[in-house]
């Protein structure tokens, strides 16, 4: 079933708490949430598209897009990494993720984004474009994915020219750059 009445728009900073609720619940743990209070603090995730769904007047869905860099490229092409991903327990499987993608994609692409790579299921975000095995077209990730994941890492061109442009690894944030948030 798709749910209808619901209303997407930037989240801004009285959001906080609606923001954080969601992820915890989606995830049912608090890790996420730390990660995304940290990155909307961290001046090389600027500039953030943080995108929340309403159902009526509740939050029900968070997206949140950082801004990356392809290593060795000044000015890097202007690209973004999508994490995390999350829609309250209730109202999964209704649409609401691929919505919140969607108009992710749409802003980015009004503010000249080229690029979003997500770390994530290989049986989801392909439904919404983006291609397995980003590693493939030349953009390694930030730490290295085994080979048995390598769908894992995936890209979503936003601009046609994409592929012609340059290649390199992806750096992410500063508060993405761990090691730990890169296995999947
Ligand atoms: C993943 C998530 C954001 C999807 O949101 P959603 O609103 O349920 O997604 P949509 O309605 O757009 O798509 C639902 C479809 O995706 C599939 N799907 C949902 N989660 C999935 C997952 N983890 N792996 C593979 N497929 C998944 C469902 O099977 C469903 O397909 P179906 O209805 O044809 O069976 C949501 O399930 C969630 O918040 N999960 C917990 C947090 C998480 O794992 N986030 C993603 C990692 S960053």
Redesign the pocket.
Known sequence: MKLKNIQIREANRSDFDDVMKIEKE??GQDE?AEIVSQLLKDKSAEPVMSLLAFKDTEAV?HILFTKAKIEANEPSPSIYI????????E???????????NEGFKKLKEIGAEMVF?L??E??YP??GFKPNAGSFGFAATYPILDKNADAWMVYPLSSKWTNKVTGRVVCADALNKPEYWIE
């Open positions: 989606a995830f996420e869905g999508l994490a995390p991903l999350a829609v309250k327990p109202y999964q499987r209704q649409g609401i993720g691929g919505m919140l993608i997500v994530g299921h049986s989801y439904r919404y």
